[in-house]
């Protein structure tokens, strides 16, 4: 049995915290809203994972000292846009962690450009590259916790703190492989979300399939431009967590993307739209950073400038789709 300490209490990281308790590992979460920790450990019920009993063991807690006390395992499962807060708070609490910790988020972050491997390295040190390891993949929460047969990706830079990852989670219906390209697999991971907001928008607006189609294929194609970009592998974005998890989010009314970029081209505004779904929208926080990116390598990435542009500068989604139609009509390169 291992001593877990959980950041984050979204359906995403109380999935895997419940994954964990039922194979017999002590799990705590750290919540940092201390009303939901509390409604959490009396009820066992997640407001966004509904008509599921959370496991009887895993333990709630806005003390964060609590979560980090003699653990062997640290997994994070906060906003993109809260992990460097949350790392800076980690580090004032125990200078010197010496447990593998596990990335689940999904995104870049604004202005620095990091990923959020690099966000934890900066704030935790370069020491601690080998025991940063990540997981990713298409993967709804809702369904990992049902367990319904789920397959994605552990991404870390020592074989030996992977293997010890890939173990911790492995279990009958949540089968994970590993991969050495990190970078990568955290690209596949953030990009897929615009290109999600993208076809939700597109289908609010009854392009139908054949649009949705093009758009993930073409989605796909920025991803893989702007991971090369980054030195990234190219094989990498073509795998579960790029185009596997591509696929999931685009197509699915239980992904949040989806669903919000299927409101705003119904016409519900960006914090209406965020509003009405209730939890966070990974999608509009990083199509800024991929475009911040994108300018400073000389990349183009037409869809994901077409979603800024409609989420931040007022352009009607049908004019979006427009302005993508009317680009020149180039080659098609893979």
Not at 33 to 57: G, V
Not at 125 to 141: C, E, H, I, V
Request: hydrophobic share 40%; charged share 25%.
């Amino acid at each position: 049995m291992k001593r877990v300490g959980y950041l984050g209490s979204g359906a995403w990281g109380v999935c895997l915290a419940d994954l964990l308790a039922k194979k017999g590992h002590h799990v705590k979460v750290w919540c940092r809203n201390a009303d939901l920790a509390k409604t959490l450990n009396e009820t066992r019920q997640h407001p966004n994972l509904k008509d599921y009993r959370i496991h009887k063991s895993l333990h709630f807690t806005p003390d964060l000292a609590e979560v980090l006390e003699d653990i062997d395992f640290l997994i994070e499962s906060v906003t993109s846009s809260g992990v460097r807060k949350v790392f800076e708070q980690v580090k004032d609490l125990v200078p010197s962690l010496n447990c593998p910790i596990v990335m689940t988020s999904k995104g870049i972050e604004q202005d620095s450009g990091f990923l959020l491997l690099d966000v934890a390295l900066d704030v935790l040190g370069k020491d601690y590259s080998n025991r940063l390891t990540y997981l990713s993949g298409p993967s709804f929460a809702d369904e990992v916790i049902r367990e319904l047969p789920t397959t994605i990706v552990c991404a870390g830079f020592d074989p030996e703190v992977t293997h010890q990852v890939q173990e911790l989670f492995h279990y009958k219906t949540f089968r994970i492989y590993p991969n050495y390209d990190i970078k990568g697999v955290e690209f596949g991971g953030a990009m897929k979300n615009i290109i999600a907001i993208a076809c939700g928008t597109s289908d609010g607006l009854g392009f139908g399939n054949n649009s949705r189609a093009a758009l993930m294929t073409r989605g796909l194609h920025e991803i893989r431009k702007l991971a090369i970009a980054k030195e990234c592998r190219a094989e990498t974005i073509n795998g579960l967590s790029g185009m596997g998890d591509l696929c999931l989010t685009c197509s699915s009314k239980y992904s949040r993307n989806y669903r919000f970029g299927n409101l705003i081209a119904l016409g519900k505004t960006m914090e209406e739209a965020k509003k009405e779904i209730g939890m966070v929208v990974e999608g509009a926080y990083t199509c800024v950073s991929a475009l911040q990116i994108a300018k400073k390598m000389n990349v183009s990435l037409p869809i994901t400038e077409a979603v800024y542009h409609v989420l931040y500068k007022n352009l009607k989604p049908m004019d979006a789709v427009k302005s993508l139609l009317t680009r020149a009509v180039k080659e098609e390169h893979l």
